[in-house]
Each structure stands twice: as C-alpha cells, then as structure tokens.
C-alpha cells in the first residue's frame, strides 16, 4: 500500500529508499528528505523526558494532497519513513504500524549479519524483499 | 519581506480587483490604524524617500486620553504603496482599511507643485472610500508658492533638508494620528449606537453578487447583520485602542455567526478574537515556559485523533473556556483552535485565499513565538494547499516567504526545498522574466539545508553526510544556473567540486556524464585552483580533481645508489635488549606513529635529480590526457612536468615526477598538481584517502656533493684469473665528474668471503693523491693476490700420518735417512691413489670471487655534515689451485741441529711447475702428477711454544712455484704437528758429549772395536737449558737392527755391560754436565748400535735420545 519506504540512518543519511515507481524516485527523496525535519523536531521534544518509554512509531509526519509520510524511530535513531497515498483512505493506522514493525524486524535481521557494516547502504535481497512486499500489500 | 511587496505593487498591470497577501502582517496589524506614506516623484530619489519614511514611519504609537479620560494606545502601520484591491476588504477587517495619507516629494516650482498636488488629489480619489485625513508634505524651494484653488488637503512645505524639520515633522505625525484616531473613533461611536434593524449588511467584496435577491429583512439576515457589524465593531474596538471590548464584540459576534454559519465572518471573528487574545497575553505567556510542550502536544494531536489526547490539555481546555471571562486573557491553547478554525472557515471561500494565508502566516509567526514548532509548520502546510491566483513573481516570493519561515523553525530541509523551488520559479518556462542570477543565488543559499558547503574540506571522504542524491541534483543545478548566467569559471568550478565531491556517490554512468560536462564547461573557462570571488563577495573555494585521475601511490623515491649520501661514520644502532619481540606495545600508537611519520630517513642533494614516483589510474572508459604533472612542494624545487595518456580505465600507470632540489633544507613535498579535462588541479596528499600516507612528506636537502667516475686496468668483464700463490698489480683510475673537489677518499672491499689476502693497496697512497680537483684523474695501485689454502686437509687425520709413515715408534728404525738425501729423486709410490683422492676435492677448493671496490668519498659542505658517496666497482677474481700439499710430515734430520719437513706437493694445474722448495734445490712435477719433497728446517729450540714453533717453521717453508712466466709462492699456515714430532721439530734440551776410551766421537760417526776389547764410554750429559733439570735416569741400551724391521734387543748373549747401564741423576745446573761411564765388551763382531738416552722421571713419555744412535762396528 506504501509507494515509498525508505530508511534513514543515525546521521540523517540514507541508507535505503525504494519506491514503486522508480520514475519519481527523486520526487520522494525530495519529500523523506524534507520529512526529516519534522522527525528531528519531534525527537527533540519527546527526547529528553523519557526515552526509554519513547514510542517508535511517530505518526504523520505531514501530507501532502498527494502523499501522506508517516515515520517511526528506533531507539539509536534509525529512521524508517513509509510515504503512503492520500487518497488512499482505506489505510488504517494499524496497518501502518505493522508494516513498520516489519521493516524494523527486516532491518535487525540484517544488522544481525556479521558482514554487514553499520553505517553502510543497505543492500539486502531479504530486505529489498521486505521493502517490496510493504509497498505491494 | 517589504521588498516584496512592493515588487509586487509596481508590476506592471496590476489587477485592481485582485487582493494580494502581505506576509510582513502579525498581529499587531490587527490594532493597527493602515497609513501611507507616498513618494510622489516616483522617478526621484529613493534614498532620500527612505530616510524620509524611516523618520516618519517612527512615529507609529502615540498615547492619548479619550472623552472619558482613558488612556488609549494607540498604533499605526505605514506602507508604502497599497493595493485598491486589499482596500477593499476593509470592511471586511477594518485594519485593511488605508485611513491616512501622506504624500512626500521635493519641489523647487510651481509646475511641479501644481503637478504633485494633482497627483496628491488622485490619490485621495483612489482611496476615498476609507481616508480619514492626509497631509502632503513638500520639501524644497516652495514656501513662497501656493497651492493651486482645488488642492483640498494640507499641505506642509519645508525648504530646508529633512534633519532640519525633524522634531516639527515628529509634530505633525502625532498630529496626523491623533486625528485619524478621532475619526476612527467618532465612526466607532457612530456604528456601536446604531439600532438594531436599520444595521446595515457588511459584505466582503467578492459577496456582493451572492446576496442578490435574497430577503434582506429575513431573521437569519438581520443576525448575520448584528453579527458581521459586532466584528465590525470588534475590529475598530482593537484600533481604537480598546483591546478588552474588542475581545467581548469577537466573543459575541463568535457565537452570532457561528449560530447562522456565516462562515467567511465566523473565520473573520474568530481571527480577530485570536490577535486580541495574543496581544492580551500577558508577558509571561507571551514567552512560554516549560508547560508548553503539553499544549503543542494536544493541539498537535487534535489533527491526528487517533492518539489520546494528554488528560492535562482536556483539563486545561475545560478551564479556558469556562474563565474565559473572568480572566482577561485567552489560554494559548485555545488560542491555536482558533486560529485553526479561522483558517478552516477561510479555507471554504476560494475568493477568501489572501486572507487565509495571511492568517495561516500569523498563525504560524504566533506558534513561533510559542515555540510550538509543529503547530507553525502544520499552519505553514496549510498554506501551501491554498489555491491562489499569484503572479509568477508573486509565486516565488510566497516560496520564498516559506523558506524563511521554514527556515525560523529550524525546519532546514524544507527551507532548502522551498528556496530551490523558488529559484526554479525564476527560470520556469512560465516566467516571462527569466532570470538566471537570482536563481543561482536562491541555489547558493539552498545548499546549507542539503548539507552542501562548497569547499572541499568540509567532506571528508569517510563520512557520509546528508542525501548524496539530492546533493549531486542541487550540484548539477547549480551548475547549469552557473552556466546560464553566464559565468562559465564559476560553473566550471561547481563541476569540479561535484565531482571531488560526490564522486563516492556516483555509478560509473553518472561519472562518465559528469566527466563530458565537466570537458564541456572547460572548453569555455579553464578551471584553476585559486578561490573565486562573486560579485557580492562570496567566496567560492578551489576545487580538485582528487579522482580523475584517482592516485594509488605517491612514494619519495631515494636517489639512485650511486648518488645517494650515506653517512661518512655509521652510528651503531640501538636495538635494544631484543633483537626481535613479537609483543608490540602500544601498537595502536605505532600504527599511527607510522602512517603520520612525515620526515624521510634518506635525504636528497642539491642539485641532483631525484624523482618521486605516482602510481595513476583512469576510472574513465576514454583515454585521459593528463598533462603538466608537477610536485607541489614548499622550498625550491624545479620540478620538470610531465605529461601522459592514461588508457581507458586503467590502474596503476607508474609515472616518475623527476626534478631538481634547488634550495638546501627541509623540502616539503604536498602532493602533486595535474591539468586534466581542462582544469588545474592542486592535489593535496592530505586529501588522498586511497592509499596510506602522512599529511605531508618532509625531505632534508643537503648541500652538493662530489661524483666520481672509477675504472680499473683490468677487464671490467673478464674474470681475473690467478693461480693460487700468484701476485697481479692493477690501477684503479677515479675521476671527479662534479664541481665538487674530493677532500675525502676511502677504499674498502665489500664481499661475502674473506678477501684480506686477496686485495691490498696502501691507504697511504690513497692520502696522496687528495684533494681530486673538479674534472680530473687520478690513479692508484691495487693489489691483487691469489690467496688459496694450499693444505688439501684430509677429512680423516689419522690416515694422513697412516698413509705411509710407520708411526713416531718405529722412526728409528729408519736406518738411513734416505728421504731426506739431496737427491731429486721423488716418491712417487702412492701417487695415483694421492691424486684420486685430491682430485674429490679439487672442485669446491676453486674459488671464484666476486667482490666490489668500493670507494667512498665527500667533499665540500657535506663533507662537513658527514655525509659520502659511495662508487663501488666489480672486481671478479679467480683463483684456480697451483699445488697442492696432500700430506706433510716430519723426519730427523741429517744434523741434529736440523730435521726435515717432507712435503707431498700435488700439481693440479693443467700445466708442468717448476717447484723450487727449497735454497738451489728445484723439482720439475708434471701435469697432474706429484712428488714428495724433503725440506730441510732448522730445529727451533726446545723453550719455543706451540705457536712459535709453527711460525718458526713456516717462516722457512716456502714453496716458490712457475709456470711458464707466471710465478707464485705458495705458503701454508697450520701444519698438524703432535706431540711426537716436536721431540723432532725442537732442539733437545740436552747435547751429548761421547768419549770412546778417551777419544771424543762426533755425531753420526763409527766407532770401531775388536771382540774380547772392553770398549769404555764416557757419556756426558749436558743441560742446554736455562733451568735446572732434576730426576733423569740416564739410560744406554746395546741393540742390533737388522735392517730389515727387525731390532735385537736381547744383547745379553752378544755382549756385556761393564758397569751400570742406568744412572740416576739427581739434578744438572744449567751449562752444566754430568758424566757417567760404562764399558762394554762384545762377544761376537757385528754391527752394533748404542742408544743413549735420558728419561726425565716426572715425565716418562719424553725421552731425549742422541740422534742418531752411536754405530759400533766389532771385528
């Protein structure tokens, strides 16, 4: 249902970004860039008081009257933003959370692999496969 | 944000019916009274105008005292030009209202008075509607001129500059105000006694057609009356100066309106109740506090309803609205709901666009201030969806409006975007206007948002940092703005910095394209790595190809051996206890210790080339022309550029940079410099990152040395062959080649082997022939000697002595020295098995050596700093085997002041040798073959030790060979002597004195006796030595030798002893001589020997013997 997934790491690099149409693809790197705005501001204010009860999930970050980008936060500021579309009404906020929660585990699984360095970009069949049944689903 | 507006008040043709938004409104706008102050010479002096706004618009807050003898506040807000179309919103929001005007202008004539009072009048046309009062002020040569009959206003002239008439204009600005106040004010009174049906309907401009044939008198339209004139009366409320009244007319009209959705003026109201809340917050409120985040919070989360909103705001909220009028303020919280709702029931009027983004920017500026940062960047959203009907100029400053305002949020990302949105806009196809510099700037300032600083040095190579994708896009954009403005330097310096830059980030297609651009821009300005001023003063810092082509090495190269300094006296270095330690501690530290270990242990001459070698590689798949390749160093340094062709995508092409140390010091060398697709780079070893190397390399340059040419007389390729024992002298010629004088020359010989003996010279020669001028020669001798061991040592000693001597016991039996006769005759008994056995070893004996000369030498400054060169020469020597001695051993000799040396000498050369052994005495030995010849060797004497008594003999043993003309001497050292043979080789501590019935007998000679005689012997026994000898036992025994091995010592039926055949002796002095007599009477005749010899007791292995034993011939 996402047309967009992209992870961000620590330092605001990207790390990996897909979407379904590649046509656009620097349209959404546009718009998961300017996204991170929002995510810095909103790490800031919840980051002080209590981060271990800090919640991953952050919600909208913003929509557009195309696009609406939801994001979510691990604890050492990984970033994973889903751009969905705003027509798309359907989507529930549920549905959103999982496929989070399932990028999240995709991404632990291939940190877990000794071979990948942190830091690097992110190329991972599993997680390529992941990334692509988000946007599909 | 001014600037803007006026650009879009002087565009061209303005709509007169279009409102347009004013971004610079806050909320303070909303107590505002709107005034103008116009330049009526619009063609006149601009700078002269502001100074003259600036001083008038100062005047903007005046306090007075109304009928009732409160204190009102009063504010005013002054533009410079305004929109008709925004005037008529006024009464709509009355601070829209223009109700003042003051027009400004010089005038030296009446023309030109006549002319601005005219245009002064057309303005108030123009805006009659809504002035109040004007003033048209004149500065100049007018105060004798009269305004013309129709000119209605008042009009203030001054013919004095404006410093002058400072405090007077101060005046009449108050003046001014005060009096549109009370206007404004009179209007206020006047509509708020207004009774209720005569209330006349207020419409906003673009309602007029909509309430066409409605029923004016209906109930919900005399409401919708009462409530547009209570926020009518609201807003004059806030100008006039009573903020509290304003905040119960909005309240009121609030609940009117809303009752009948007139939403347009519910969304008017609520605003209005919102900018009088904020400007009724006390101070404390205005600057939140800690609790702030909650409220952002719960506003926030109102958008998202999802999320359960914190019980505290709900908490808060139920307070607000239920003290709302008890307390004089409104909670910020509600605040922000209204201003949502304002904009919401804006948002339903297309026509209402202006005043919804105006009101989105307040509200975004008011969230600010709270530093609810999502709240301003959701209202700032909001605007983006309004659909405006905008000039394109109009376009880009709301893109731009939005930039800053992202910007103040901190939001930098997003500025950028807008601020990169914007600048498109300037050259967008739709624009008519294109312009090119104002679009690159926009790119310049949107590069802090993408992470992006153009020097080079900012981006380390191992850090990422930002979005490369969008990096390498604001790059490539920046370009072509670059390149489209015309200013091809500076877009030939953004292509080269991209690619610096994001080289890491590109796919091998990406630095094809950019490489071609790159060859493209160049064609037009050629890049150079100097900093690049723009005409504002910005500075744009040199860039570096680093990766076209990319450097896989960079190593200092030593001089070449023959030129290399090495120091004159070589330091022993400390090892330290360990010759080797696997521990390496701290190797953190030395791993760093070596990679930032800039000074060079070898060091480079003035003068002389050296080279620095720099491995490239092409990443392109074209060929690369890279020319002028030079060393970046700091100190004087020619360096000779160079020039090559990388092939496509090659790596590793080795390329020397060869140069000249001019200058003596410490060189810095900092990288290299290459001249590629048309631009100069400067790259910097410290911005290398493909290879390990330190920041910098630092060489020590020292002063200019001599050099030297060496050649010998010898055959520089030829083997020099000798025979073993051979001498050769050859001269070896130095020349100085350099302008250098030589002070210092030393030779020595550098090889494997031991080579002392095989080359000599004497050092000093050597000092003679200094100082060697500058271009000249010298020549000295060398000598060379073929050096062999000339002893074929047996790997089995025993048998060396078993091979035909019979042993030290049988040695008297050899009845008659006949070895050791004169005679030339030669053993040659065993001669073949001899050879055989040579022959084994024959092989590894040859020796071939290679050796080098080597000659060092310094002068001139260096010399002093203890530095040489060396030159070294080959020098092949080889020396084949002469002869050979198989086996060696020691004999009696004649006399017994003598023994013989036997020697068996082998002739191993091809040719026959003439061995002349010994005074007189030669032996021609064949090829191949061998002799045994007798050397005869003075005894040395007995005190002599070990060592002296080898070095005795070998100082009479030598050998003297020839063939043909070459001749050679062949000594030996380490003759395997035993025990045995030095009772031989030494002269006995004892000489015998023999006297036969009186008559003395001589060594060697017969004495002669008859049977039956009584042959009497006096032996006398004398001590040659310095000491005394004690406890001998002086023993003569008869014997018999039949000369056939067989020795009789069973004499008792032949002969017998008179006397005692043993004496005891108790001690001899020295020179002294002890007598002892025996007779002996023979039996038979025949040929008898006497052995006299004397044991010493304390040693009985010695015997000392009269050589050779007395013959005694009985007839």
Redesign the interface.
């Known amino acids: 249902m996402a047309v967009c997934v992209a992870v961000v790491?620590h330092?605001?690099?990207?790390k990996y970004i897909a979407c379904v149409n590649p046509d656009n693809?620097?349209e959404f790197?546009?718009k998961v860039?300017?996204s991170?705005?929002?995510i810095?501001?909103?790490l800031s204010?919840t980051g002080k008081s209590n981060t271990e009860s800090r919640e991953f999930y952050l919600?909208?970050l913003?929509s557009?009257?195309e696009h609406t980008i939801y994001g979510y936060v691990t604890n050492t500021k990984v970033k994973f933003m889903i751009v969905t579309e705003t027509s798309n009404k359907l989507l529930r906020?549920n549905e959103i959370r999982a496929m989070f929660r399932k990028l999240h585990s995709a991404y632990t699984h291939i940190i877990c692999n000794p071979f990948y360095v942190p830091?690097d970009d992110i190329k991972s069949k599993y997680f390529e496969q992941m990334a692509r049944s988000v946007m599909v689903s | 944000m001014r600037s803007a507006v006026s650009v879009i008040l002087s565009s061209s043709s303005p709509d007169p019916n279009m409102a347009h938004p004013d971004y610079s409104l806050t909320v303070q706008s909303h107590a505002d009274m709107l005034l103008m102050i116009k330049h009526l010479d619009e063609d006149g002096d601009e700078k002269w105008f502001e100074q003259v706004f600036s001083h008038l618009s100062s005047v903007k807050k005046i306090n007075l005292l109304d009928s009732a003898g409160n204190e009102r506040n009063i504010t005013a807000r002054f533009v410079k030009d305004y929109p008709v179309g925004n005037n008529d919103w006024g009464d709509f929001q009355t601070h829209r209202k223009l109700l003042g005007l003051v027009s400004v202008s010089k005038c030296n004539s009446q023309s030109e008075l006549n002319e601005y009072c005219r245009l002064h009048e057309s303005l108030k046309v123009k805006y009659m509607s809504t002035l109040f009062d004007t003033r048209c002020i004149l500065f100049g040569n007018c105060k004798d001129l009269s305004p013309p009959s129709n000119f209605k206003s008042t009009a203030l002239m001054y013919d004095c500059a404006l410093d002058g008439c400072k405090d007077e204009l101060t005046k009449h600005m108050n003046e001014l105000l005060s009096s549109v106040f009370w206007i404004l004010e009179s209007k206020l009174q006047e509509r708020s006694r207004e009774k209720g049906d005569k209330i006349p309907m207020l419409l906003a401009p673009f309602e007029k057609k909509d309430f066409v044939g409605l029923d004016m008198d209906s109930r919900t339209n005399k409401k919708r009356c009462m409530g547009r004139m209570t926020k009518h009366l609201g807003d004059l409320s806030l100008q006039a100066g009573l903020p509290q009244e304003a905040l119960a007319h909005y309240n009121t009209a609030v609940d009117v309106l809303r009752a009948i959705t007139d939403w347009l003026w519910l969304g008017g109201a609520l605003e209005g109740l919102s900018a009088v809340s904020i400007l009724l917050l006390p101070m404390q409120q205005k600057v939140p506090t800690t609790s702030t985040?909650v409220q952002?919070?719960s506003s926030f989360q109102e958008k998202?309803p999802?999320?359960l909103r914190p019980v505290s705001a709900i908490i808060e909220r139920t307070i607000s609205l239920t003290s709302v009028s008890n307390i004089d303020y409104i909670p910020v919280a509600e605040i922000k709901r209204n201003y949502r709702d304002a904009i919401i029931h804006y948002s339903k009027y297309q026509n209402a666009g202006f005043i919804e983004t105006e009101a989105c920017f307040k509200a975004a500026r008011f969230a600010l201030d709270q530093k609810c940062?999502?709240d301003a960047?959701?209202y700032l959203?909001g605007v983006?969806?309004i659909n405006l009907v905008l000039t394109e100029e109009e376009k880009i400053a709301k893109k731009k409006k939005n930039s800053d305002s992202?910007h103040k949020?901190?939001?930098?990302?997003?500025a950028a975007?807008y601020k990169r949105l914007a600048a498109t806009r300037y050259v967008s196809a739709r624009n008519p206007m294109t312009d090119w510099a104002q679009c690159y700037q926009l790119m310049l300032q949107s590069l802090p948002g993408?992470?992006l600083t153009l020097d080079p040095a900012d981006f380390t190579q191992d850090r990422?940092?930002?979005?490369?994708?969008?990096q390498k896009?604001v790059l490539q954009d920046l370009v072509v703005a670059a390149k489209r403005l015309g200013n091809s330097g500076l877009a030939t310096r953004h292509m080269t910095f991209l690619l610096q830059v994001m080289w890491r980030h590109m796919n091998p297609a990406e630095r094809v394209e950019a490489a071609n651009n790159l060859r493209h821009v160049t064609a037009q300005c050629e890049g150079a790595p100097v900093p690049l001023v723009l005409e504002d003063g910005q500075v744009i810092p040199a860039a570096n190809l680093l990766n076209i082509p990319q450097a896989e090495n960079f190593t200092v190269q030593n001089l070449e051996p023959h030129l290399r300094p090495k120091k004159l006296v070589i330091a022993k270095e400390d090892y330290g206890p360990f010759l080797f330690t696997p521990l390496h501690f701290g190797s953190m530290d030395r791993k760093q210790g070596k990679f930032k270990q800039t000074k060079l242990d070898y060091v480079w001459v003035c003068g002389d080339p050296c080279c620095v070698t720099l491995e490239l590689s092409n990443p392109l798949p074209s060929p690369l022309e890279v020319s002028n390749i030079l060393l970046l160093t700091q100190g004087v340094y020619e360096s000779i550029p160079v020039s090559v062709v990388l092939p496509p995508e090659s790596t590793g092409q080795v390329i020397k940079l060869m140069g000249v140390p001019k200058e003596v010091g410490d060189l810095q060398i900092m990288g290299y410099s290459t001249h590629t697709l048309g631009v100069k780079s400067n790259c910097q070893l410290s911005q290398l990152t493909r290879f390990p190397h330190p920041p910098h390399y630092s060489i020590e340059v020292i002063p200019a040395l001599p050099l030297i040419s060496v050649t010998t007389s010898l055959d520089p390729s030829a083997t020099c062959s000798l025979y073993a024992g051979e001498s050769v002298t050859c001269y070896v010629r130095i020349t100085n080649t350099s302008e250098v004088p030589i002070t210092i020359l030393q030779l020595s010989i550098d090889s494997l082997i031991e080579t002392q003996d095989l080359i000599s010279w004497d050092n000093a020669d050597l000092e003679k022939l200094l100082p060697i001028a500058p271009m000249s020669s010298v020549q000295m001798p060398l000598h060379l000697y073929g050096a062999a061991n000339f002893l074929a040592v047996n790997n089995d000693s025993c048998s060396l002595r078993s091979c035909f001597f019979s042993g030290p016991s049988s040695l008297p039996s050899f009845s008659t020295p006949q070895p050791v006769s004169t005679s030339s005759v030669s053993y040659r008994s065993g001669a073949s098995s001899l050879l055989s056995d040579f022959s084994q070893r024959h092989h590894s004996d040859k020796s071939c050596s290679e050796l080098h000369l080597v000659v060092k030498y310094s002068g001139g400054e260096s010399s002093l700093k203890g530095y040489c060169r060396l030159a070294s020469i080959p020098l092949k020597i080889d020396v084949l085997p002469s002869i050979m001695i198989t086996n060696c051993d020691v004999l009696p000799g004649e006399v017994s002041s003598q023994f013989y040396l036997v020697l068996d000498v082998v002739n191993v050369t091809p040719h026959e040798v003439e061995l002349r052994y010994t005074e007189g005495k030669s032996i021609l030995i064949e090829e191949t073959g061998s002799c045994r010849v007798p050397i005869p060797v003075a005894r040395c004497p007995f005190s002599a030790s070990l060592l002296e008594v080898e070095q005795h003999v070998l100082s009479q043993v030598i050998l003297h060979w020839s063939i043909g003309a070459r001749t050679g001497k062949a000594s030996f050292s380490g003759l395997p002597f035993n025990i045995d043979k030095l009772d031989l080789v030494k002269l006995s501590p004892v000489s015998w004195e023999l006297t036969v019935n009186g008559s003395p007998i001589e060594s060697g000679s017969e004495v002669t006796g008859t049977v039956g005689d009584c042959l009497s012997f006096d032996v006398k026994l004398r001590n040659c030595l310095s000491h005394t000898l004690s406890d001998l036992t002086l023993v003569l025994s008869l014997f018999q030798d039949h000369l056939n091995g067989v020795v009789d010592h069973q004499m008792d039926s032949k002969a017998t002893a008179v006397g005692t055949t043993q004496a005891s002796i108790s001690t001899v002095e020295e020179n002294e001589a002890v007598g002892h007599a025996v007779g002996f009477l023979f039996f038979y005749p025949g040929l008898y020997k006497l052995s006299v010899q004397c044991i010493p007791k304390s040693e009985p292995d010695h015997t000392w013997k009269l050589v050779p034993p007395l013959e005694i011939h009985v007839t």
Do not use: A, M
């Open positions: 790491s330092n605001n690099s990207p693809e620097l790197h546009y860039h300017t991170l705005d929002v810095e501001e909103k204010n919600g909208i913003y557009t009257e906020d830091g | 985040s952002r919070n998202s999802r999320t940062v999502l960047h959701h959203q983006i969806q992202c949020l901190g939001f930098n990302r997003k975007f993408h992470r990422l940092s930002g979005w490369p994708s969008l896009q």
